[in-house]
């Protein structure tokens, strides 16, 4: 069956420093990856998509990378802050007209002062 | 542009009863994804409604349904509630094409007693 793994329930990292959250997946072959950030009592918010044949995207301070071999995405946090600190989720998409993403279970980040 | 909400925040109902949760997209969203989200299983995709029809299903028993009216406001009703219905329901908008962004309400917080 389909699995999604995200390395760590939690992530503890220094301020300044570069966080990198890894989803790796198993038995799926997606057509898309998406991130998304969770705050405590709220939805998750969208923060990057990535396609099967893109290897890199990149938005202000983050970057995701797509590995369709090794089945694994990263995502970091470039000069990371205490506002950064929230629980990251991957998705992956197939494709298809219509919308259904699989999602994993989260990283629970903390960026310490 | 008003967000994604969800109506009510917080429920509480007895196991044996039955739950309507309501969801109102983003005006000019035609497609609302419905998500269970539990401390142990993460996110879960429940279903899908696009232009009133559902255009996708996961995996939950017939327990769990939904349906979605002509303005795009979708609502979810379980039966027969179980203690593990105990969860975080969440809604999601979009326009419906399949890499199209979602956007998250806050969530009906489920507790069953």
């Known amino acids: 069956s389909q699995k999604i793994e995200q390395n760590s329930e939690a992530l503890n990292i220094q301020e300044g420093k570069t966080a990198t959250l890894t989803c790796n997946y198993t038995?799926?072959?997606?057509?898309?990856l998406q991130w998304y950030r969770q705050d405590p009592g709220r939805g998750p918010v969208f923060l990057l998509l990535?396609?099967?044949?893109?290897k890199e995207k990149r938005k202000e301070r983050l970057k995701v990378t797509f590995d369709t071999t090794l089945k694994q995405s990263l995502f970091h946090i470039t000069a990371s802050q205490p506002a950064d600190s929230a629980t990251y989720l991957c998705?992956?998409?197939?494709?298809?007209?219509?919308?259904?993403?699989?999602f994993g279970t989260g990283t629970k980040l903390q960026v310490i002062p | 542009k008003a967000g994604v909400t969800q109506t009510p925040r917080y429920l509480i109902k007895t196991r044996g009863q039955q739950v309507t949760l309501s969801c109102s997209p983003i005006?000019?969203?035609?497609?609302v994804s419905w998500y269970q989200q539990t401390p142990g299983q993460g996110l879960q995709f429940l279903f899908e409604?696009?232009?009133?029809?559902?255009?996708n299903k996961g995996n939950f028993p017939g327990r769990f349904s939904g349906r979605q009216f002509s303005n795009s406001r979708s609502e979810m009703n379980v039966s027969t509630l179980e203690l593990g219905d105990s969860a975080l329901y969440l809604c999601?908008?979009?326009?419906?094409?399949?890499?199209?962004?979602?956007?998250f309400g806050p969530g009906t917080r489920l507790t069953v007693l």
């Open positions: 999601a908008s979009s326009q419906g094409r399949n890499t199209d962004t979602q956007y």
């Open positions: 038995n799926y072959s997606p057509a898309y």
């Open positions: 990535i396609r099967e044949n893109e």
């Open positions: 998705a992956l998409g197939n494709s298809g007209g219509y919308q259904k993403v699989t």
């Open positions: 005006s000019g969203h035609r497609s």
């Open positions: 409604y696009f232009s009133e029809t559902q255009r």
